[in-house]
């Protein structure tokens, strides 16, 4: 995949990211959600943190953004601004890191992995505050693939708990997110 279709993937898959969050009403962000020990607004935290992980290493950095405490918006939208402004850059994009894999670049870490936690936590934060629990297909099969590809390296701490038992008729979605260790 090139720098181009990276950013255009990432793109749209933080559009859809942002929808769910703008969604979240004044009293949701302390609602629990799937990840345990976690509520709708440490799911947004998370995702805010972590888009730094590639960069660091990379030598490039996020501006400052709100405290996800204080505005959980602001600190999306200018992080997911921030990664976009980077993704657009080809130069940017390509910077190669010795990833937790071995060698990487910016673009190939987020056109995978930071695509894949954008979807699996849109599911997250829309369970958490009731909006719309439904992954498209596309991005279904998206995480699908990046779930496959990781196999039980994706049972790293921190990143998805054991694997929950689904009923045998399941659909896609739910077969997924119980792979992931999410109840659906």
């Known amino acids: 995949m090139n720098t181009t279709d990276t950013a255009a993937r990432y793109r749209r898959l933080a559009e859809t990211f942002s929808r769910t969050v703008e969604k979240v009403p004044a009293d949701g962000w302390e609602n629990p959600s799937p990840c ?13 943190e972590t888009q730094s992980y ?9 501006p400052a953004v709100p405290e996800v405490d204080v505005d959980p918006v602001g600190a999306w939208t200018q ?5 976009l402004a980077i993704l657009d850059d080809p130069e940017l994009a390509s910077r190669e890191y010795e990833g937790q894999l071995g060698r990487t670049s910016v ?9 894949f936690d954008l979807v699996v936590h849109r599911w ?24 496959d590809q990781a196999g039980e390296q994706i049972r790293t701490p921190g990143v998805c708990g054991p694997a929950v038992e689904v009923a045998a008729g399941a659909n896609e979605q739910t077969r997924l997110l119980g792979w992931l260790g999410r109840r659906a």
């Open 54 to 62: 590639p960069l660091t290493p990379a030598g490039l950095k996020l």
């Open 124 to 147: 997250d934060l829309a369970r958490a505050t009731g909006s719309d629990e439904e992954i498209p297909a596309d991005d279904l099969a998206l995480a699908r693939g990046f779930a």
């Open 36 to 48: 345990e020990g976690w509520t709708a607004r440490d799911v947004v935290r998370h995702v805010v």
């Open 107 to 115: 673009a190939a870490t987020f056109g995978t992995f930071f695509c």
């Open 79 to 83: 992080t997911r601004d921030a990664v």
